[in-house]
């Protein structure tokens, strides 16, 4: 039992691990024209309205489809959401990882520091990053219906995050007239 | 959106917009396609004759750029059912042959060049999969009409 339950968890660690990396890296499709503007260093990305994340993650048009009673609408469905699902959370995963350069990049240059602030920051980047881990995996295997509640949770923290570490830079900025803090 | 351009105008070229071809087309689907048509395919600017006449060429590329990304989000944001709802509309307003229309959009996917340029590729993502599914469903609607018969 206890070495079944190590092997279980050591494979759940491993598909997180793995699903972290590949969120991370780039993905084919979002280096073409849908995914151009998220790629390119220095722009400004749009982010995903609350609207559309909340549509992707709908049970409502599920029900919609299964209605129909046919399994190939079902599993076409089924399948375009999951790779629309899992699209978002890449995103999300790469907008994360870009706030906390912009917020490294800032802090090297800051001249007052506060280490419980910084860990602070650190500690909600790394609970946002295996969240979005833990989606993409979930994604994978259940669909995006059942993860509303996370997935929106998680575009939640994502915005407040993004928000607060403006506010700390602008803050930063202003603390620093030569514009040394400026990104 | 250019700075030298006045916001005030643009608001007003906009109104004029909804006014005057907009509020003639039935459907969400069809306003989308429509302003995307006004968009050139080479350079990605926005032309409207009348709309420049009365306004500027600048202006009306504005107006053009933000009823265009206002059309997209709206026709994103639909539940699949109220896309069906509109693709169904467009379809019967378009007076083409149902069975080549669903055929020809499944197959050359014409819906991917009404979407704006630089929208977040999420948004674009899940527009094309919904219209996807949209065209699966009224297939289906089709068939079982058919096999009815």
């Known amino acids: ?31 073409s024209a849908w995914g151009a503007s998220l790629q390119e260093p220095g722009e400004s ?3 995903c309205p609350p609207e559309i994340v909340s549509q992707i993650f709908s ?19 089924r399948r375009e959401r999951t790779a629309v699902g899992l699209h978002w959370v890449q995103e999300t ?15 090297r240059l800051s001249v007052d520091l ?26 994978g295997l259940l669909g995006p219906q059942r993860l509303a509640g996370t997935a929106l949770h998680g575009d939640r923290l ?26 | 959106m250019s700075a030298l351009v006045k916001p005030l105008l643009v608001q007003e070229a906009y109104e004029d917009l909804l006014q005057r071809s907009l509020s003639r087309i039935p459907c969400d689907l069809g306003r989308l396609l429509y302003l ?8 990605g600017n926005y032309h409207h004759d009348g709309l420049a006449d009365r306004f500027s060429v600048k202006v009306a590329r504005s107006a053009l750029e933000i009823a265009h990304r206002q059309a997209f989000y709206k026709v994103a944001a639909l539940s699949l059912e109220g896309l069906v709802r509109d693709l169904a509309a467009y379809l019967e307003s378009s007076r083409e042959n149902p069975e080549e229309f669903l055929r020809t959009w499944q197959r050359l996917e014409p819906y991917r060049i009404a979407i704006p340029m630089e929208v977040n590729p999420t948004v674009a993502r899940l527009f094309a999969s919904n219209v996807r599914l949209a065209l699966a469903v009224l297939r289906l609607r089709q068939e079982s009409t058919h096999s009815d018969r």
């Open chain 1, 93 to 107: 995963s790469a907008i994360i990882s870009r706030i906390m350069r912009r917020h490294l990049e800032a802090s």
């Open chain 1, 114 to 139: 506060e280490i419980s602030t910084e860990a602070r920051i650190f500690l909600q980047y790394a609970r946002l990053k295996l969240n979005c881990g833990v989606l993409f995996v979930l994604i």
């Open chain 1, 1 to 31: 039992m206890g070495v079944w339950g190590a092997l279980a968890g050591a494979i759940v660690l491993l598909l997180v691990l793995l699903a972290w990396v590949r969120a991370d890296a780039p993905s084919k499709d979002s280096r």
């Open chain 2, 36 to 43: 995307a048509s006004t968009r050139d395919y080479n350079t």
């Open chain 1, 45 to 47: 990305v749009e982010i």
């Open chain 1, 59 to 77: 049970a409502d048009d599920l029900k919609f489809v299964a209605g129909f009673e046919s399994p190939s609408l079902e599993r076409l469905f």
């Open chain 1, 158 to 183: 994502t915005q407040r995050i993004g928000e607060v570490l403006r506010e700390f830079q602008t803050a930063a900025q202003l603390r620093e007239p030569d514009g040394a803090g400026s990104l």
